[in-house]
């Protein structure tokens, strides 16, 4: 069955409006509840965690009453990141977890993230199996009496967090003589990102720690990094951290104010895996958007790409059918597998701070060797989703472009999973070429596929 309201990273979409209104909230709180029901007997208890939107007050009012509703108890964790949940979840032995956020979305959009009992994201099967049990208008007699579910609130969750993320830096480490700017999108990590750094010794300049349920991501975090950047060089600072509103990626701009790219940052965490005997199996997970060069620069190295489809997700189902234990995406997921079961800012920044201070090294001499080849990025805005390989026309102008570009360049055309859209990359080592030939593929996906 195709999912209708579930897309690459759970539901997502304007609030108040279907799929994420009250109703369709208290729905899948009763859904997630009758999923996974208790299992070791008793009441089943499911945690629920958000991040500072305006609508998460009634998102998570409504979920709780579905997860009640069938039985269950609602533990609200109150603002956290949504790596912080995944392990809340596994720390406290629910039985599930539900993440508030829209992630990097604008204050007004909002969605819902479910997690099982280890803290992992849900695979398709069972958010087809939420999205049946919608369509068939269950539940609509629940328990009774006694069996009906409660809600309370955990107070220290933020607090089991934070000593959590400290166990992951070195204990024969600390920041001190580090001065970080840290940007927290007026997210989930306000307080966290923060708290952790200063306990760890750091001089910390924060940005965007005054939430108010609307200024989420606005201008500010791993969106719009640009503040991070000025306040480095202002501040003389020593490297810049910026979170997106739910804190599980994270933008990192040396002492320069330069950014540095996601898939940079990939490269110099996995050489320091492989420095220390740490990396599984010699082999890095890449989506398909992480660029040639830095799966050219992997190989050099002696280590082995595995490609899979956008979102962390994907990543983490990789890691976890192969035995590979890091990977990540150049938008900022980095997935530490020992460490965490979904991408997670803080411990990716973390990460990247004990390899400076291991090293006397300024981030820019870290970060400075990777080759990125130019890359084209192009979205259709299309009426119909149709099977690619059925159009005749694009796939031979596909393929001749792959035979043009050989082993020195690289094409991706997708579907977003959220939006009707169209994807279009290229990589080579021509960067006038491939905008021709990322033109052309445009005009003919326009053609086939017809501009919504």
Known sequence: MARKIFGTDGVRGLAN??????????????????????????????????DTRLSGYMIENALSAGICSRGGEAIFLGPLPTPGIAFITRAMRADAGVVISASHNPYFDNGLKFFDHQGYKLPDEIEEQMEDLLEQGAFRNGPTHREVGKAFRVDDAAGRYIEHLKTKF?????????????????????HVAPTVLEELGAEVISLGVKPNGTNINENCGALYPQAMQVKVREEG???????DGDADRLVICDESGEVIHGDALIALCAKKLLASNALDKNTVVLTVMSNLGLENALRELG????????????????????????????????IFHDHATTGDGLLAALQVLALMKQS?????????PLEILPQILLNVRVKEKKDLSTLVQLTRLLKEIDHELGKHGRTLLRYSGTEPVLRIMLEGEDS?????????????????????
């Open 237 to 243: 600072a020593h490297l810049g951290i910026a979170l």
């Open 360 to 368: 006397g090294q300024t981030l820019s001499h870290l970060a400075g």
């Open 432 to 452: 006038d070429k491939i905008q021709g030939y990322a033109q052309a593929l445009k005009l003919e996906a326009q053609r086939a596929l017809g501009e919504g």
């Open 303 to 334: 280590l082995q790409v595995k490609r899979v489809q956008v979102g962390d997700r994907y990543l983490i189902e990789a890691m976890r059918s192969g035995g590979f234990n890091f990977g990540g995406e150049p938008s900022g997921h980095l």
């Open 17 to 50: 409006q279907y799929p994420i209104d009250p109703d369709t909230a208290l729905a899948l709180g009763r859904a997630i509840a009758y999923i996974f029901k208790g299992r070791g007997g008793g009441k089943h208890r499911i945690v629920i965690g958000k």
């Open 170 to 190: 070195p204990p024969e480490l600390d920041l001190t003589g580090l001065k970080i700017v840290m940007d927290c999108a007026n997210g989930a990590a306000y």
